[in-house]
């Protein structure tokens, strides 16, 4: 009797929704565990209590710097968004284009960018500027590419349909090119955002003086390890809450692209 | 002079820069009357669909002279209609925006195609439902079966009112019942519409069944080698397949491509 009452208890509840929840709970209790068994110093791998303290310690300072580097962050993913998608409608226009600048988005792209950061902070000073540059730099390539090969990837046939209707360049273009390009594009900032804050955190741990690349760096001169993890969390969250939105914006964007029903 | 003229035509294609390349097709002499249903079959890679886009002007002959309706052809023929192996409908668009997107782009339809577009959509309607889709056309184009799809494409061809419909092996990814279907299909809007049909096929029997005169074209580079009149009366019933007369084409036909391959 008890045994029929309990499954449909379980079977009640949303497994595939919980799962993400319990393995983030499962993870800090067993670190949390661990921490307590091995009797691991602090100042090496503090406890996820501790860490908490130290978040509410420490709660205004980790609350405006993480504004700020929410800021830089959308900052640069704004400007790669917009000169992503110029550049990647300019570069998929024409086979030629896209031949010529291919290889030098590859060469662009493969350097890394810790090591233009010092570059930005010449030109523009330390601050928030150069964080933003770096934030734009690393997360505009993945926006040019996908558009650029929405655009390349037209079928011939149907251009053939259209082009012997006497249709121009660009009706093919806004008829099939960009709607089709759309899904690349919307995949991508997924991947932008996600680069995007890492290039951000990156340039405020070398060269800032605000957002929680700056918190941490500061945290660890003066040894406060639990702060510092703490600053990691809420870096974790951040970048979290950033990809689900533009998992959300993709979903609702692009529907159709999504009918295999494969990913449901 | 004929409908569609193609005479002594070369086409090669050069790699960019180069004078080399493949001859596609050469010495290729065709006419197609108004209103006539010409097939042309050959061996794989002999230039079939390469003559499509001479007679629409996709390409320009490298040699020779094309000319439709009586002119040159200069630039794309926007009195064609096409249809592929591959329907390639939009699938962000439902099926009847993918039967109306010739008329966004066509003129004199594109300069009032905001203004007109209750009556195109009923148009448009109106044609799904003369192909078997009534009803379809508000369903995105891949949530059809791929004959519907091919249907569809069909319509797409036509909605513009085309003097000339080309296809290029329209029914090649299709089961023998639905392509049977589809004949019948396009036998009946070639009776009603008469507008001047190319197909290009590798079905001889659908060469058969629906064309006047069927082409046979020689291997690479491909020229026509064979013009064969097909006097089978019309209407075509498709019982016509069944009979001696129609098997005995097919047959004489069959002779000339193994001969081509050679
Ligand atoms: N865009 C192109 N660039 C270079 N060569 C091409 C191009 N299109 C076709 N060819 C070549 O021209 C020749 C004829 O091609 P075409 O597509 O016209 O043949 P086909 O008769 O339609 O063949 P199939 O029956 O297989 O469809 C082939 O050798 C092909 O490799
Ligand atoms: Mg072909």
């Known amino acids: 009797m008890t045994a029929t009452v309990e499954r449909s208890w379980a079977s009640r509840l949303d497994w595939v929704k919980l799962a993400p929840w319990l393995c983030t709970a499962g993870l800090f209790i067993f670190w949390e565990i661990a921490v307590w068994i091995f009797d691991v110093p602090y100042y090496i791998l503090p406890s996820p209590t501790r860490i908490a303290h130290a978040a509410w310690e420490f709660g205004p300072g980790l609350w405006r710097n993480s504004l700020q580097t929410l800021w830089t962050t959308l900052a640069g993913f704004g400007l790669a968004i917009v000169f992503g998608l110029a550049l990647g409608l300019f570069i998929g226009w024409d086979k030629r284009i896209y031949a010529g600048l291919y290889p030098l988005m590859i060469g662009f792209n493969s350097i890394p960018k810790v090591a233009v950061v010092p570059i930005l902070v010449l030109w523009f000073g330390a601050g928030w500027v150069p964080a933003v540059l770096t934030a734009f730099l690393i997360s505009f390539f993945p926006i040019v590419v996908n558009v650029a090969t929405g655009l390349a990837t037209i079928e011939p046939e149907m251009e053939d349909v259209l082009r012997a209707l006497g249709a121009k360049k660009m009706d093919i273009m806004t008829k099939v090119g960009i709607p089709r390009s759309l899904p690349y594009f919307f995949g991508s900032l997924k991947v932008a955002i996600t680069l995007a804050f890492i290039g951000s955190v990156l340039s405020e741990t070398i060269a800032a003086n605000s957002g929680v690349g700056h918190m941490m760096l500061t945290a660890q001169a003066n040894f406060e390890v639990p702060l510092v993890f703490a600053c990691l969390i809420a870096l974790a969250i951040e970048g979290i809450g950033m990809y689900a939105l533009m998992a959300w914006v993709e979903m609702r964007m692009t529907g159709w692209a999504h009918r295999s029903g494969f990913n449901r | ?262």
């Not at chain 2, 996709?58 to 209609?81: E, Q």
């Not at chain 2, 439902?94 to 010739?102: A, C, S, W």
């Not at chain 2, 148009?123 to 439902?129: F, Q, S, T």
């Not at chain 2, 070639?190 to 064309?211: C, M, P, Q, W, Y």
């Open chain 2, 1 to 262: 002079m004929a409908f569609v003229d193609i005479q002594n035509v070369a086409l090669r294609y050069k790699p960019q820069g180069s004078d080399e390349g493949t001859l596609a097709v050469e010495h290729l002499d065709l006419s197609v009357e108004r209103g006539e249903f010409v097939a042309v079959v050959g061996p794989s890679g002999c230039g079939k669909s390469s003559l499509m886009k001479l007679a629409t002007g996709l390409n320009f002959p490298t040699d020779g002279r094309v000319t439709v309706a009586g002119n040159d052809v200069s630039g794309p023929v926007a009195i064609a209609g096409m249809a592929f192996q591959n329907p390639v409908m939009l699938p962000w668009r439902l099926t009847r925006d993918n039967v109306l997107l010739p008329l966004e782009v066509v003129e004199p339809h594109r300069r009032s195609f905001r203004s007109n577009k209750k009556a195109y959509q009923e148009k448009a309607e109106k044609l799904l439902a003369s192909v078997g889709l009534e009803g379809a056309g508000s369903k995105f184009p891949w949530q059809l079966s791929g004959g519907m799809q091919q249907r569809a494409s069909l319509c797409r061809a036509l909605i513009h009112e085309p003097e000339l419909l080309m296809l290029d092996e329209p029914f090649g990814a299709l089961d023998a019942f639905t392509r049977e279907e589809l004949w019948c299909v396009i036998r009946d809007l070639h009776a009603s519409k008469g507008f001047t049909t190319i197909l290009v096929t590798h079905d001889l029997r659908e060469a058969v069944f629906l064309a006047d005169r069927v082409y046979v074209m020689s291997a690479r580079p491909g020229k026509i080698i064979v013009d064969r009149h097909v006097p089978l009366e019309r209407p075509r019933p498709i019982e016509v397949t069944y009979e001696k007369e129609f098997s005995d084409i097919v047959q004489e036909l069959r002779g000339h491509i193994a001969d081509a391959r050679q």
